[in-house]
């Protein structure tokens, strides 16, 4: 499947595509999260639309303080992981809060300007989402700001949304 095509988030219309980050040994952390046994089919489907409605719209003009959409923060602890610069979609379903998380890439190599899958996590509500997520995805965002490295879009799973090409 060829990545999307959508809308610029500048003034001028683009192409802005959904990227995969993957490890150096293959693994795709935010493939392995969304297809997880824990993630029912509806969060996993709100979290894709929420990326695919970015997408579409243009990052920058897609609200970003929303219940679905955040821009993650500086932290405001001493110790904690600075999830600045990465935003994530947001889904509850049954209590349960679910997370996919991303970055913006104007220039990814063969793509273009791209949102980045990094990773998910998923919490009980009202907790807080463990360190070892946010660690985790702190260094998928350095490895993949150090390598560029994107996963093959011919290799989507079965549930990712199609192409409206």
Known sequence: MSPRKVHSSSSVPGDWQIGVYETS????????YLGAEDVPDKPRRELLLTVLAVAEIGPLHFPSGTNRWRLMH?????????MSGIFEA???????????????????PSYGPTIVLLGGGSKPHRTEMPKRIYQAINRNRSDYMDTRRLAATDTRPDWWPQSRN
């Open 74 to 82: 500086k932290p405001s602890k001493k110790g904690d992981i600075d």
């Open 25 to 32: 040994s293959g693994r795709r952390p935010a493939l392995e």
């Open 90 to 108: 947001r889904d509850e379903h049954d209590r349960v809060l679910y997370r996919l998380f991303c970055l913006f890439d104007r220039n990814a």
